[in-house]
């Protein structure tokens, strides 16, 4: 064993053995565990990575997102910094909840992570509320690649 290896816990070596032993299938998009073995020992004993892309990605930009945001959200965006993240729930107006999403804001945009089944109605019931703002929604789900450690 290298020195260099020791410095990971076990839990680490197996998520490196883990990524070392996957491959994409092309044709599917779907990854593929080499040794599926010790793919599920690993995941049985200690962790495992597994691509999450049933969610929904959504970019938002413009001068006014951050306002649009605190308005559609139950939470406070007019003061969230750059490099930071937060949950908030999407409600109509009459208080039922449409969806609970994850928010990081980079720079001039904020990256909202949408959960499997409103991926669809979510971009569209914003849509419907843009009206003067300067405002761009952009669906980046195609372009954009997300991993969970389980």
Known sequence: ???RASKYSATTKQII??????????ATNALVASDKNSAYQAAVSGAALRRANNYG???ISGSDHLNFLHRMTTNH???LQHGYGMEAVFTENRGRILDCCTFYHREDKTLIIISPPARTTIPAWLDRYIFAEAIE????ADKTAMFELI
Do not use: H, K, P, V
């Not at 053995?17 to 092309?26: D, F, L, P, Q």
């Not at 929604?137 to 980046?140: A, E, F, G, R, S």
């Open 1 to 3: 064993m290298s020195a």
């Open 17 to 26: 053995r883990i990524i070392e032993g996957i491959t994409m299938n092309t």
């Open 57 to 59: 990605y959504l970019q």
């Open 77 to 79: 965006f007019e003061s």
């Open 137 to 140: 929604l952009l669906d980046i």
